[in-house]
């Protein structure tokens, strides 16, 4: 009697939870596949206030590319912090937990500034045991124990996750969100010949506003002008791109900063600023991401910053209702990667993160790849995108999260465009 209660009970619990999911996808309107709405401006290469036209290559990084930059750190993230040295300040092997064979699985302590006095986080390194393609850097959001999929006492995080990422939320928060919402699919991955290494960037800089400001002081340094958390999740990339890349195996491997959501923005401004990143997968980044701040769909400058203000320069909320008052838009923060490869991810449901406000930032800064040389955005619908190009979108069914299908986009264009060293 009572296993059968217990049937009973399990089946309505996912009843329930099944019912829970078709309810958050339904909520929100589903976004035409069809590029409309106003056209990136300002014009990528053409005036920028006083600085005339970019013609060249030699125009573009010695003049264009610094003024952008700074503009983006005056209007929408703040400073970046500054040059620390990074440490390994201890290291654990994991290989008694191989998440797949013919892997290492590693846990390291890294400590920025002096013996980690401005910052530390825990990354998890997993590296194929052969050659290694790229080095996807993967920030989380419920720490690195998560993002194994399966329990080891051993890894854990320096600051401990929200609630939401544990106890009777999880699942239901699984199913609605994608499989791998926590860490990617390990095995396919370390299969296709990339290493990753795994970080909660709250280790170095909290998701919260209070929190954030002791850690953002502390890694910038005593009496200077700090950025946002923003700012500093872009610079962790890069930060960790220099440590695990003279790691054995990773010595000169190309570091692709991944993100999705909040860490899809910081992915993108990585690129933007330091060289050293050399490819971007940014997934749903919405407004302060890839979507244009000029367009009216999706989350507002107000709401962001409403909610989310510390995560830029306080200036950013200044342009809530008066975005044509900015110098810059998102399409020039992607010029700025330019011609280094890079993928921007949507969901048809996913109408907040504003898919075709990115796309047009994608098609506004294709000119800077052409450039270069490279190929540009040729496709004209966000569900039909060309995985081999360098600057690439696509658009698949379902809301925020990461699926499946998504990895499966996220591989390909990988394949297509980090070739084996």
Known sequence: MRRWLGGIALVLAVAAVVGLRATYVGAFPLVKDEIGGPAATPVVLGPFGDDPPVTTVADWEGRRAPL?????????????????????LARQSLDGERVSSGARVEQLTIGFGKAGDRGKVNVVLVAPDGPVRALLVVQNFCGNALALHKRYDAVRSLTPPPDMCDGMLKA????????????????????????????????????????????????????????GALAAWAWLYDALGAVLTREPGLEGAPVVAWGHSRNGKAALLAGAVFPRIAGVISHQSGRGGAALNRSPVGESIAQITDAYGFWFTPRYAAFAGRED??????HQLLALIAPRPVLLGAGDRDRWSDPAGAFRAAQGAAPVWRLYGRPGLDQTRLSEPDLTRPLASFMRKGAHGVTTQDWDHFLDWLDANFPPR
Do not use: N
């Open 325 to 330: 008052g900015m110098t810059v838009d998102q």
């Open 172 to 227: 239901p928060a699984s199913l609605i969100l994608g499989r791998w919402i926590d860490g990617p699919p390990l095995e396919r991955v370390l299969e296709r010949g990339y290493a990753v290494a795994i970080v909660y960037a709250a280790d170095l800089v909290p998701d919260e506003a209070a929190a954030s400001k002791p850690a953002l002081s502390r890694l910038y340094g005593p009496g200077a002008e700090t950025g």
């Open 68 to 88: 952008l930059r700074d503009a983006f750190a005056r209007e929408v993230y703040g400073p970046m912090p500054p040059g620390l040295p990074a440490v390994v």
